[in-house]
């Protein structure tokens, strides 16, 4: 395979784990807008690295379509899994609120 297509697939990769970080992990401040533009940029970065990587391995002629398809999911997997972490978590923040009642 061409050299592009390994650095296309190490970029989506990258921008999936640091969407994935920022998205979770990442200090977003007492809003929560801290990372925002952050997390659209990598978001973006990574689907387009990833259009393109698609683009680049199925023009490439003489690897038979199985490695084809096999090379792809490798590299779809991590992105389905932060659409599914993002679309269906398991966790919900609960939101607590400290009241104090003034009995007169």
């Known amino acids: 395979m061409k050299p592009i297509t390994w650095i296309l697939a190490m970029l989506t990769l990258f921008f999936a784990a640091l969407c994935y970080y920022l998205l979770f992990y990442a200090d977003a401040g007492p809003d929560g807008l801290g990372t925002f533009f952050s997390i659209i940029i990598c978001g973006i970065l990574c689907l387009g690295c990833f259009a393109a990587?698609?683009?680049?391995?199925?023009?490439?002629k003489g690897v038979q379509t199985m490695y084809k398809l096999a090379f792809m999911a490798a590299i779809s997997l991590p992105i389905f899994f932060i659409l599914w972490k993002v679309f269906y978590p398991k966790e919900f923040e609960v939101e607590v609120r400290h009241e104090v009642e003034v009995l007169e």
């Open 53 to 60: 990587f698609v683009l680049q391995l199925w023009s490439i």
